[in-house]
């Protein structure tokens, strides 16, 4: 009896191992925008099951990626995010719209953000006064492009002796553009001459995705909501002196929280797969 009494106990204490371990092991990454200053989730945690949407009274969660709708929340208690620049998502048709994060983009910021259907891409007139961010071989970082910002804002106040506000440099710029796509099929959208006109650039490649889809590439691969809020970011880095507040962190807000889902379901399935093993 003593034998059988130790084998069950082993046991136990194994199985409480592995638990922590499971556990354990997604702690690290269970929460990377704690440090950000995210509106509360508590309208998204208050959502059961989906609604219809608004406009055409399809079920969704959350939000319609057909009519760009809030569901199912009052959308007073839905974040918005002011942009500095206005944004045009040109995505690929082959991209799935309840898999896309352009559609977050869309929602928290309707004033700024428009998504375009490729072919369908703006008549960009002045192509020198928009820029598509993509990691192009011939890309500027984003500090040396807040440098010629810097520097045209100066000579078109007359103040080449001086540093140009923030403020003067967002002027100088009508439109930033962003690419909707797999990393596979984004080429056929950057090979169109109306995008090939505008000058490239590219993050500094020191955000890490926090995307919960395979993608079987490197981690500075972003999704496109986290290109864009980073972008923001890191330029009004570059631009001004003053300390970042946390002014553009609500575009990671439907983002956040669905990682936080899946990162706890995640978890979930590894202790149930170790308890039955």
């Not at 889809?213 to 496109?224: F, I, K, W």
Request: aromatic share 10%; with cysteine; glycine share 2%.
């Amino acid at each position: 009896m003593r034998t059988w009494a130790s084998k069950i106990s082993l046991t136990k204490c194994i199985l409480r191992w592995r638990q922590r371990m499971a556990e354990s092991s997604f702690s690290q990454d269970e929460n990377p925008f704690r440090d950000l200053k995210i509106s509360s989730w508590e309208p998204l945690k208050a959502v059961v099951g989906r609604s219809p949407c608004p406009k055409c009274h399809c079920s969704r969660k959350f939000y319609c990626y057909d009519c760009y709708e809030v569901v199912g929340i009052d959308p007073a208690l839905v974040p918005r995010v002011s942009l500095p620049l206005k944004v045009d998502i040109i995505k690929h048709p082959s991209e799935v719209p309840g898999k896309s994060t352009a559609i977050h983009a869309r929602i928290l910021s309707p004033d700024d953000v428009k998504i375009h259907i490729f072919p369908n891409i703006p008549d960009y007139a002045h192509p020198s006064r928009t820029v598509v961010v993509f990691p192009a071989k011939d890309a500027l970082t984003v500090e040396e492009f807040a440098s010629e910002m810097k520097q045209l804002a100066s000579q078109k106040a007359s103040q080449l002796d001086a540093d140009a506000s923030a403020e003067e440099c967002w002027k100088s710029l009508d439109r930033i553009v962003f690419v909707d796509s797999t990393w596979q099929t984004a080429g056929s959208i950057l090979r169109d001459k109306r995008i090939t006109a505008l000058k490239s650039v590219k993050l500094t490649g020191a955000a890490e995705t926090h995307f919960w889809r395979t993608q079987n590439l490197s981690s500075s691969h972003l999704a496109t909501i986290e290109a864009i809020y980073y972008f923001f970011r890191e330029l009004e880095a570059a631009l001004s002196k003053r300390p970042y507040h946390g002014e553009y962190d609500n575009l990671l807000y439907f983002f956040a929280y669905q990682h936080g889902v899946v990162q706890r379901a995640m978890k979930e399935a590894a202790v149930k797969k170790l308890q039955e093993s």
